[in-house]
């Protein structure tokens, strides 16, 4: 009898062993295999393809602001103003001024941060979309004026007003 209960203790601790060495060799793979995808580099997209994702933003944001019948049409007609200078400065600035902050900024503006403004005053009931129509302006009425000052940067190419608009953009918008 005790011969059987050594066997079998000794049968458990063989599987045992065995189920633990399987699990540790497949956590050791999962290991490497995170390791080795965590060092590969980040593919850089081309500017042709960052401006072609601001470009699908801004007709997402279009389409967006038209399927609402009730998105004020003064509000309609601002915001395409800023799309319209966003589709003109962008190129010329990321041709331009690649590496610049005011570049940096005024694409993060027409890739989220335009859409996300609207977006968010669109998901409002109709009573909030009231209460916060001012704040909305204001909000769309300042990325108007920074779109405008930039399409007047980059036509006149005022590099010495790149880094006051850069900073001016981060503080107010990031």
């Known amino acids: 009898m005790t011969m059987i209960i050594a066997t079998a203790i000794f049968l458990i601790a063989v599987i045992g062993f065995a189920i633990y060495m399987k699990k540790n060799k497949a956590r050791d793979t999962a290991t490497k295999q995170s390791a080795s995808t965590s060092f590969t580099p980040k593919e850089e997209i081309?500017?042709?393809q960052e401006y072609k994702i601001i470009l699908d933003s801004l007709l997402k944001l279009n389409i967006l602001m038209r399927k609402d019948i009730?998105?004020?049409t003064e509000?309609?007609?601002e915001i395409e103003a800023i799309i319209d200078d966003l589709m003109v400065i962008t190129p010329s600035m990321m041709e331009r001024y690649?590496?610049?902050t005011l570049t940096y900024e005024i694409k993060k503006i027409g890739r989220d941060h335009l859409y996300k403004t609207v977006k968010e005053y669109l998901d409002?009931?109709?009573d909030s979309r009231r209460n916060q129509l001012d704040i909305f302006k204001k909000t769309i009425g300042n990325l108007h004026e920074v779109s405008n000052r930039s399409r007047d940067i980059v036509e006149k190419n005022e590099t010495a007003e790149f880094k006051t608009m850069a900073n001016?953009?981060?503080g107010k918008f990031s």
Do not use: I, K, Q
């Open 168 to 170: 001016f953009l981060a």
């Open 75 to 77: 509000m309609t007609g």
């Open 124 to 126: 409002l009931s109709s």
């Open 70 to 72: 009730d998105f004020p």
């Open 46 to 48: 081309s500017p042709d």
């Open 98 to 100: 690649p590496g610049e």
